[in-house]
């Protein structure tokens, strides 16, 4: 059974940096591509955004056009990804969670259209 588990989230100020994790139990996750998405706050407001994308191996990464400043990373024997947020603005405030897709793709859509296994989000709250 699939389990992906966020960790690392908090309350920062513009400007900081926090890394999140991504631990991905089931053995079979390690032949998927995991993602990076988020959902900003409000009932009325954005839906879950892509956000970066990573390859079973780690070898290829893409990133949304809108995120240049978060790097994406894995650890295959620790069953691990990883996102690295620099210089956060108000605007990245949102529930982040992590995503198990079979395919690697450079197309947004893609991610949002094909991940099969989420975990349940850890919160980022960027204020001054």
């Known amino acids: 059974q699939a389990h992906l588990v966020e960790s690392g989230g908090g309350s920062v100020q513009p400007g900081a940096s926090l890394r999140l994790s991504c631990a991905a139990s089931g053995g079979f996750l390690d032949d998927y591509a995991i993602g990076w998405f988020r959902q900003p706050p409000g009932p009325a407001g954005p839906e879950r955004e892509f956000?970066?994308?990573?390859?079973?191996?780690?070898?290829?990464t893409y990133y949304a056009d809108s995120v240049s400043r978060f790097s994406i990373s894995r650890d295959v024997a620790k069953r691990m990804v990883y996102l690295q947020m620099n210089n956060l603005k108000l605007e990245d405030t949102a529930v982040y969670y992590c995503?198990?897709?079979?395919?690697?793709?450079?197309?947004?859509?893609?991610?949002?259209?094909?991940?099969?296994?989420w975990g349940q989000g850890t919160q980022v709250t960027v204020s001054s």
């Open positions: 995503a198990a897709n079979r395919g690697f793709s450079r197309s947004d859509s893609y991610w949002m259209q094909n991940a099969e296994y």
């Open positions: 956000v970066a994308g990573i390859n079973w191996n780690g070898d290829s």
